[in-house]
T-cell receptor, first 112, second 115 residues
Framework: KQEVTQIPAALSVPEGENLVLNCSFT??????LQWFRQDPGKGLTSLLL?????REQTSGRLNASLDKSSGRSTLYIAASQPGDSATYLC???????????FGTGTRLQVFP | GAGVSQSPRYKVAKRGQDVALRCDPI?????LFWYQQALGQGPEFLTY????????KSGLPSDRFFAERPEGSVSTLKIQRTQQEDSAVYLC?????????????FGSGTRLTVV
């Protein structure tokens, strides 16, 4: 059974720091991995999608990497800003299924 | 539409009441998913449609939960005889269909509170 774990559960950093959020999954047979952002009381906003054949994706200050063989992904946020404060969720689509399996998220707070 | 639209945004139901939650996916998206998110947790899969066919309903927690997508576009999640443990945010997502390439787009969710 595919399980997704995110570390740390919460993170508080000063503005301007570079930071790394971690995601691990137990079964490497995946179609893709997706990082989402969720603001309090809101739905999920897709940040980056990495297909199983890719190693990384970049969008602005965000960079996500995927190491399928070791079951790991990282989300790197450069020069963090208070507006980055949110919960970050990673999710995988496992082979043989169409559903996303989510981690429990990392709650990020960036203070001025 | 431009995004996935869900209604209502908030719903308060008395225990035992039936509720219906609506999802309007992105036009042309063949795949539609429902997820349940409890407070402080990641979303959990409930059910999946490809067009009007419900291909996977393994995540529905009980027979009080029922979903339909009769014309392959709008979907309704119905919960009968609501219980307090049904309180959660219900999220709908849609996809073009090639899951490996396109990923998923989520709506803003319906927050259900059962009192």
């Amino acid at each position: 059974k595919q399980e997704v774990t995110q570390i740390p559960a919460a993170l508080s950093v000063p503005e301007g720091e570079n930071l790394v959020l971690n995601c691990s999954f137990t079964d490497s047979a995946i179609y893709n991995l997706q990082w989402f952002r969720q603001d309090p009381g809101k739905g999920l906003t897709s940040l980056l999608l990495i297909q199983s054949s890719q190693r990384e994706q970049t969008s602005g200050r965000l960079n996500a990497s995927l190491d399928k063989s070791s079951g790991r992904s990282t989300l790197y946020i450069a020069a963090s800003q208070p507006g980055d404060s949110a919960t970050y969720l990673c999710a995988v689509t496992a082979h043989g299924t169409d559903k996303l399996i989510f981690g429990t998220g990392t709650r990020l707070q960036v203070f001025p | 539409g431009a995004g996935v639209s869900q209604s209502p945004r908030y719903k308060v139901a008395k225990r035992g009441q039936d509720v219906a939650l609506r999802c309007d996916p992105i036009s042309g998206h063949v795949s539609l998913f429902w997820y349940q998110q409890a407070l402080g947790q990641g979303p959990e899969f409930l059910t999946y449609f490809q067009n009007e066919a419900q291909l996977d309903k393994s995540g529905l927690p009980s027979d009080r939960f029922f979903a339909e997508r009769p014309e392959g576009s709008v979907s309704t999640l119905k919960i009968q005889r609501t219980q307090q443990e049904d309180s959660a945010v219900y999220l709908c997502a849609s996809s073009k269909g090639d899951r490996a390439t396109y990923g998923y787009t989520f709506g803003s969710g319906t927050r259900l509170t059962v009192v």
